[in-house]
């Protein structure tokens, strides 16, 4: 925004020495003013706004081809909300052909199993996590949309309550700093590693599946292509057993998951040995950049308390989220909670805003506002704090209030200072100091055009902090406890006299 006094730049360039005299609200910087030639008398003022905080929550969150997809369920301890979350995701065909059981005679199956590499686990990593696999009754489409709630049809279930271990360990080489007997590199021994991967076995002896025998036919086929897999497996569906609770685990995109078939060619004489072979089926998107990589998204159901606690509010009598409604911090120790991928937000009120309009405080000129957020401490314990945090103009019903740019239709959040305030792509960023102790988000540019009424559309009834940015391809459980009553909103400002 322009100002078009030079008052107003000069009073830019005090407000760094000119905070560090502040010692109460609304306390004058300048009594004196300052008179140049080409300038107007002024006095800098900086006053904190008090704020009204509420915990909202959020549905149909975007979690299509993010950098990760969930599966597991956890019940957080501090607002009774357990969140339940699965994958859905399309199989694609991409070994060679040459690798298919069908070119070798008499190929036998062994075993198949799914492989999932892991780089996240939200609660406990002790104990095995327990997993059904579900056949999907169609593929994802590539002209639909899915995000969090989403459904989709399955077909039948391919493996019951698979029970995969966290705490797997693999032999990797390790340079010992001694040189081999060729003198040329340093000789190496091996070591145990964490092997970050969770092997889900569908098909073994003793453990026999119809479903993979008949895949294995299928792969006996020379003529196999991904249509005729679509035709077998549609794509499938991973989610936490009925009994399995405590972790949530997040699954990275790797070439290294995948579903693995084994089987050997037979031994054609009693001196030979069978030859043992794989042949693999991918899954998820491995580079994030290939735009014909198979689709996947994860679902993410918020299941109300079902011991007292005030975040009921945020369910529907029958269980489902109510997205207009809130719970005040007064009923919930005087905190609030953003987190990312359940959706946890904190609505802002902000009545002190109105003090600052011209109507009220004529020749006003913002020199810096800052939302100041402070995270409530010893709170970690399971989540880890989100890094960033955005602000949201919301409308009735805590929507999310939109506009369009360009040809599209976007998310009303707050955009830096110096950018477009009508445009996207350019959001003001609060990020968590080196402390962990508060997010600071610098709305100066925003606050000016609000004060103005320079802000086309409908005129927010309340903000909202959320750590999630919807078109991100970030997905976790990252969560923040908030204090609540001590957010403000603090204003540095000048009036121009």
């Known amino acids: 925004m322009n100002w078009p006094t ?30 140049l ?3 107007t008398p002024i006095s800098t003022k900086y006053r904190d706004l008090p704020v009204s905080a509420s915990t909202v929550i959020q549905d149909s969150l975007e979690t299509l081809k993010a950098d990760r997809f969930l599966v597991g369920r956890l019940r957080d301890a501090n607002t009774g909300i357990t969140t339940v979350a699965g994958a859905v995701l399309n199989l694609q065909v991409a070994m060679p052909v040459d690798s298919l059981p069908a070119k070798f005679a008499g190929a036998v199956l062994d075993s198949a199993k799914i492989i999932l590499t892991f780089d996240q686990v939200t609660g406990s990593s002790a104990q095995p996590v327990r997993f059904d696999v579900y056949n999907l009754a169609a593929p994802l489409s590539e002209r639909e949309t899915y995000n969090s709630s989403t459904t989709v049809a399955l077909g039948g279930k391919i493996g019951d309550n698979l029970s995969a271990s966290l705490k797997r360990m693999k032999k990797v080489a390790q340079a010992t700093g001694i040189k081999n007997k060729a003198g040329t590199a340093d000789s190496t021994v091996l070591v145990d590693a964490a092997d970050p991967t969770v092997h889900l076995v569908l098909h073994k002896p003793g453990q026999p599946s119809q479903f993979v025998r008949d895949l294995f036919t299928d792969l006996q086929d020379g003529t ?14 991973i989610q936490p057993h009925a009994t399995f ?10 070439y290294e998951s995948r579903i693995m078939v084994y089987y050997h060619i037979p031994a054609v004489a009693p001196a030979t040995k069978p030859k043992m072979r794989t042949y693999a089926l991918y899954f998820g998107n491995p580079s994030g ?25 945020l369910f529907t009598g029958g269980g489902a989220v109510a997205e207009d409604q809130s719970v005040p911090a007064s009923a919930s120790n005087g905190l609030t909670y953003i987190q990312e991928g359940l959706g946890l937000g904190t609505r802002l009120v902000i009545p002190g805003i109105e003090e600052l309009t011209p109507a009220r405080e004529p020749g006003l000129a913002v020199n810096r506002a800052e939302l100041i957020i402070p995270v409530q401490p010893l709170t970690t314990g399971v989540f880890t704090n989100p890094a960033n945090a955005y602000v949201y103009e919301l409308g009735n019903n805590n929507r999310v209030l939109r506009r369009t740019v360009g040809i599209s239709n976007v998310d009303r959040v707050i955009q830096r200072d110096g950018a477009n305030q009508q445009g996207e792509n350019a959001e003001a960023i609060g990020t968590l ?10 709305i100066t540019s925003y606050l000016q055009a609000y004060l103005y009424n320079q802000i086309p559309g409908t005129k927010p009834t309340a903000f909202m902090v959320s750590p999630v940015l919807r078109r991100s391809t970030g997905l976790s459980l990252n969560r923040a406890v908030l204090d609540a009553n001590n957010i ?9 006299r």
């Open 6 to 35: 030079s008052a107003f730049r000069l009073t830019s360039a005090l407000t760094a020495a000119a905070a560090v005299l502040l010692t109460a609200s609304c306390e004058k910087v300048n009594d004196e003013g300052v008179d």
């Open 37 to 39: 030639p080409g300038t």
């Open 224 to 237: 196999f292509n991904q249509a005729k897999l679509d035709a077998r497996w549609k794509g499938m569906s």
């Open 245 to 254: 609770s405590g972790a949530i685990v997040g699954f990275n995109r790797s």
């Open 289 to 313: 950049s290939d735009a014909n990589a198979p689709r996947y998204f994860t679902q993410i159901k918020a299941e109300r308390p079902t011991t007292a606690s005030p975040f009921t509010q």
């Open 433 to 442: 100091d080196i402390t962990g102790r508060f997010y600071t988000v610098v």
């Open 488 to 496: 403000t909103l603090r204003v540095y400002y000048s009036n121009l």
